[in-house]
């Protein structure tokens, strides 16, 4: 069965319907909780363009501007490119904010990228999607550059996939499984953490690429 990427679009309606400031609820955005993990890395980048992948409403990418980066934010829903455009407005901001499939080649153009930020995204591409969003990645950062996951991943040792409305929605990756699709995508893992949850853990890893000449030291909790 091949997933129905649209449907964020509708559960983006449905999050404005109901009055909320982004996916998941208002609770969700009183902390830039993808900001401080990124930096919990020391000698991670400070400054440069920076790409978030499934960037919603534009949260973390203000955040990330707030830091000093030049930021994009690619998602597949209209709905959130148009909100976190109006964000970017009502702020002051700015930010290139871009409607974009990223199961396809197209998004990955001529920009170069510091930092490629995972805004809990790839837990929502399914089956050969996921190397083919990797390699777009790889291709997409400058040498050197830092790829940051942010992901739901399994509690137990072998990944899975679960859905909705009959459909695959989401890809529940072992940590084993995650850190493997990296590697073959080119990446040289630096540090990855796992944080408990109640049902599915989530992870965060940074990845370099690792086409540069010189490469940070990799550490692993």
């Known amino acids: 069965m091949k997933p129905n990427y649209t449907l964020h ?3 983006y309606l449905q999050a404005r319907q109901a009055g909320w400031q982004g996916w998941g609820g208002n609770q969700r955005l009183e902390e830039a909780v993808l900001v401080t993990r990124f930096f919990a890395l ?5 400054q440069g363009q920076l790409l978030e992948l499934g960037c919603g409403e534009g949260h973390h990418c203000r955040a990330f501007a707030e830091k000093g980066f030049t930021v994009t934010g690619l998602d597949i829903s209209p709905t959130a490119i148009a909100w976190a455009q109006e964000k970017a407005e009502q702020t002051g901001i700015p930010g290139d904010f871009r409607v974009a499939d990223l199961t396809q080649t197209r998004w990955a153009q001529s920009e170069r990228y510091a930092v ?3 805004g809990n995204c790839l837990h929502c591409i399914i089956g050969e999607d996921r190397l083919k969003l990797l390699k777009q990645v790889y291709q997409a950062l ?3 550059g830092i790829f940051f996951v942010s992901s739901l991943c399994a509690q137990v040792t072998t990944s899975y996939t679960t859905l909705r409305e009959g ?3 989401r890809h529940i990756a072992a940590p084993q499984d995650l850190l493997a699709e990296l590697t073959q995508a080119g990446f040289t893992l630096l540090h990855s953490q796992i944080y408990p949850r109640s049902e599915t853990n989530h992870i965060t890893v940074h990845a370099q690429k690792s086409d540069s000449l010189s490469f940070l030291n990799p550490v692993f909790a």
């Open 9 to 11: 679009d509708d559960l």
């Open 42 to 46: 020391e000698n991670m980048p400070t």
């Open 116 to 118: 490629i930020i995972d």
């Open 142 to 144: 400058e040498p050197g």
């Open 167 to 169: 459909l695959p929605y």
